[in-house]
């Protein structure tokens, strides 16, 4: 079955630049999603077609492509950025939704 | 502004049936711009995409769990429903229903609270 891979965990410094990459073979044929959810909340969405984001999500978060890897980038972390973060896209012939395992940012 | 809402029971006994309901409000079911999908998530885990039904009764499931969902939907009611049939424990979660993107295939944009559905004698 397809899978997307994230790394498990990702730290960063208020301030500073995180990064969370997801990988996937399939991910230059489809389009590819970000999702951030925080504890006793459902996910969001945060970036859409790999680079594009939602009226109302803040420009510190932002999605690149480069081949089979996808780079979610929040630039300038805050607190209220810890949560978990996932990636989402479709099995390479389009029909089956696949999510990544999910990275959590932890802000030091 | 689209609104989703799951109901149905919290616990249900190892191999009977997961049932859920999805009630949609701010959008129509039967619209054919989006299709209505059931996702779930063990407790501390990753998310799991359970299957999708379109406007028109077509179904995709995810075929890891094929051969004990349905996804139905009830249009009058603007609801479409779950059943997942001889659950486990490890069928324990939070099942959440989403509206899931045609044109942008695969964005899912409104979710639900996502109650938890314990599978427990």
């Known amino acids: 079955s397809y899978e997307l891979t994230q790394p498990p965990s990702v730290s960063v410094s208020p301030g500073q630049t995180a990064k969370i990459t997801c990988s996937g073979d399939a991910l230059p044929n489809q389009y590819a999603f970000w999702y951030q959810q925080k504890p006793g909340q459902a996910p969001s969405l945060l970036i859409y077609?790999?680079?594009e984001r939602p009226s109302g999500i803040p420009e510190r978060f932002s999605g690149s492509s480069a081949g089979t890897t996808l780079t979610l980038t929040i630039s300038g972390v805050q607190a209220e950025d810890e949560a978990d973060y996932y990636c989402q896209s479709t099995d390479s012939s389009g029909t089956y939704v696949v999510f990544g395992g999910g990275t959590k940012l932890t802000v030091l | 502004q689209v609104q989703l809402q799951e109901s149905g029971p919290g616990l249900v006994k190892p191999s009977e049936t997961l049932s859920l309901t999805c009630t949609v409000s701010g959008d129509s079911v039967s619209g054919g711009t989006y299709s209505w999908s059931w996702i779930r998530q063990p407790a501390g885990k990753g998310l799991e995409w359970i299957g999708r039904i379109y406007s028109n009764g077509q179904t995709k499931y995810n075929p890891s769990l094929k051969s004990r969902v349905t996804i139905s939907l009830d249009t009058p009611k603007n609801q479409f429903s779950l059943n997942l049939r001889s659950v486990t424990a490890a069928d324990t979660a939070l099942y959440y229903c989403?509206?899931?993107?045609?044109?942008?295939?695969?964005?899912?944009?409104?979710w639900g609270q996502g109650p938890l559905v314990t599978v427990s004698s």
């Open positions: 989403a509206r899931e993107g045609i044109s942008i295939f695969g964005k899912i944009d409104y």
């Open positions: 077609k790999d680079i």
